[in-house]
């Protein structure tokens, strides 16, 4: 289905009928743009994946009783400040927001989910916020995707966007996303915050069904420290602009196309994250079942171990073996096969020779896979982790969340 | 129970008719001493913990079998070499070393524990370590602990001994040990052994109970980085020489002093581990259950986030928080209550002020306590945590397991 979906420009922004504004409240000190406002038209669906932390912040509760009510018209997120473990107070805030923006749109304040991200346990800084508003509103436009990706980002060192056009046999679908990451990404979606957007027609019992494994596949499935955070939502808004979706193979196609938007998103948080020099991919296979090959990948994604290993370029292969044992899969360890880049480590639980040199190279490459093979079964599962670097302590030591 | 317990030198030989014996056989490239044997009398009993890593070394394997058997009369212990991933020549080579040293000892095969640490992937030196056997034998002696404690070292930087004495009405009795860990610590023993000795006459049935128990509490309730390995051991053995521990109470004094001995000696794991600067004790209380607080004490006690923030000296209660909200543990984030040292930092889920000097006093000392109270129920856990520093990635980063 690859040659169907074709990389575009425009971000968010890249389906019709989307708009979007940024600008610099001063929520930052650093002065940066911090505030973005992303319209939607009338009749749009949507849907969202939020953190299943216990400790979620405000902004969460409002989203998800927005996505509850389906009639989005507007997501408003500022970066700086994660309105988190401040109470009432905070929920009232972002309720003020919502119903400040709603009235100078000429909506609802349940047509609106606003999103926050940055330091946590500090109220929002309201009389910097409001007065935005109005300004936010005016400078909606449809060029607006790359500055908008560029005012969510908080330690992230570069905005992250990503579209596609999808050929379908009835006429072309847009994907267009955003997103921000940086540090304490992990699955189930820490500190991160993506907004995915689609002209396709879609409903939104469709649309609930194929986020959420798309996101199980992609924000869920990369791990820098495996920490999870207050914050973290995933939305997606389809604005019925262009062709229905609602046949097996138009859902399917769109299903495909969507994760490749989700799976280049997530990447790039990856690479950006804090102190990271490499991303490997631990591809799973020959489990019991999907749910032992996701234990094995996560263990061996979230090992120390492993991670300093991936770092000093260590050809490691016992803390593999040991992080896969420890991960409360079941399997024989004599089986078990090990491949790192396309070396042959270890076959049916021994270690092969003569990698040394060709396994050296692939070490010190930024991107590589490691193929793990349990001799069990037809279980799979990927997760993308990075390295653990001495930077990373230190980033992590001195920022204040 | 304290004052009944007194603190005494002689490690794991401080136990009557236990002796001990090391030296340098070769295994280590650096020369140092890395063999060591340990004589216990015909009649002793014996109890063991093991790894729950699916991979685990040949030794382990051994040694379950040997304490089933429960007729130990020596611990073989080499350093060096895990002889860990080295399949059927592994356990072959553990064999021939435990019958070899049963000839010289006059006695049979199963009635010698055999345990290894060091690299794995690599068969064990036999050239070297077979003809050590005899001269391991001759050198047996009493006032060895030290000695023996050093020659189990991996990077570890220091001997780990510790012993006590006993007080009860029908005479005294001693329990004495020793330890080695530095890397891998975590919950479920990871690259640990620890030998215990007590001159005790204890039952085989009440030291195994008594032993998951306080392994549970002590050597699994520490964690620097996660990861389990595949050779973790705690054996003890009873000589039987001293008075009978048979009743509640002894006991409950027996439970006590072995408790104290364990947790002396986790905490020189700890304080011992790589690249750790800061030992920090975890304690929740207030959950729904002891289940509950472990999974809240385990989940902050292995956040990244939680001992960068530990490690950089950071007032950074978000993270811990957080931490405890993507446990799995179930409570209301709006009446967690939170003190680092005796300052209070949250109170029924609202951050306190005024807490910021008092606080950096508390996290500029070497070992402190991060008190958690979830005011839902009588649950209750400690684990001890480290932080994690640069240094911990530099020296993983370089080591070859």
Redesign the interface.
């Known amino acids: 289905m690859d040659n169907l979906v074709k990389e575009i420009k425009g971000g968010v922004c890249a389906s019709q009928d989307v708009l979007a504004s940024s600008l610099t409240a001063g929520i930052k000190e650093s002065g940066r743009p911090d505030m973005t406002l992303i319209q939607l038209p009338v009749g749009s669906n949507s849907s969202g994946v939020f953190t299943?932390?216990?400790?979620?912040a405000a902004p969460v509760v409002i989203c998800r009783e927005v996505m509850q009510k389906n009639a989005l018209r507007a997501i408003l997120i500022n970066s700086g400040n994660a309105n988190?473990?401040t109470?009432e107070k905070g929920e009232d805030d972002a309720r003020l927001l919502c119903s400040s923006l709603a009235s100078l749109m000429g909506c609802e304040p349940d047509n609106i989910a606003i999103c926050s991200t940055g330091i946590?346990?500090v109220e929002l800084p309201m009389d910097k916020m409001l007065p935005a508003l109005d300004k936010l509103v005016l400078g909606l436009a449809r060029d607006n995707g790359g500055p908008a990706a560029e005012a969510i980002m908080t330690t992230d060192t570069c905005p992250k966007e990503y579209a596609v056009e999808v050929d379908f046999p009835e006429g072309k679908v847009r994907i267009g996303g955003m997103a921000k990451g940086a540090?304490?990404i992990a699955p189930?979606m820490a500190t991160m915050l993506a907004f995915l957007t689609t002209d396709a027609n879609i409903s939104k019992e469709i649309m609930d069904q194929i986020l959420i494994d798309c996101v199980n596949q992609t924000f869920n499935a990369i791990t820098i420290?495996?920490?999870?955070?207050?914050n973290d939502t995933v939305i997606i808004a389809s604005t019925r602009s262009a062709i229905k979706i609602d046949n097996e193979e138009s859902i399917s196609l769109f299903d495909f196309a969507l994760k490749k938007v989700c799976k280049e998103l997530s990447l790039s948080i990856l690479r950006d994250g804090e102190g990271v020099s490499k991303v490997v991919s631990i591809n799973v296979s020959g489990a019991n079942n999907d749910s032992d090959a996701h234990l094995v990948a996560r263990s061996v994604s979230?090992?120390?171990?492993v991670k300093?290993?991936i770092?000093?370029e260590?050809?490691?292969?016992?803390?593999i073996?040991?992080?896969?044992?420890?991960s409360g899969a079941?399997?024989d360890?004599k089986v078990?096969n090990l491949k790192i880049g396309d070396i042959g480590v270890m076959k049916r639980?021994?270690?092969l020779n003569g990698w040394e040199n060709a396994l050296s190279d692939v070490l010190k490459k930024d991107e590589y896979n490691i193929e793990i093979n349990l001799g069990e079964g037809e279980g799979t599962a990927t997760v993308w982790t990075t390295d653990?670097?001495?930077d990373?302590?230190?980033i992590?030591?001195?920022y204040?969340?």
Chains 1, 2 share one sequence.
């Open positions: 299943k932390n216990l400790v979620c988190a473990c109470g946590i346990g540090g304490m189930d420290d495996g920490d999870t955070s207050t979230q090992s120390l171990l300093t290993a770092n000093g260590l050809p490691n292969w016992g803390r073996l040991a992080a896969a044992g420890y079941e399997f360890p078990f639980g021994s270690a653990l670097s001495s990373y302590v230190r992590n030591a001195d204040r969340t």
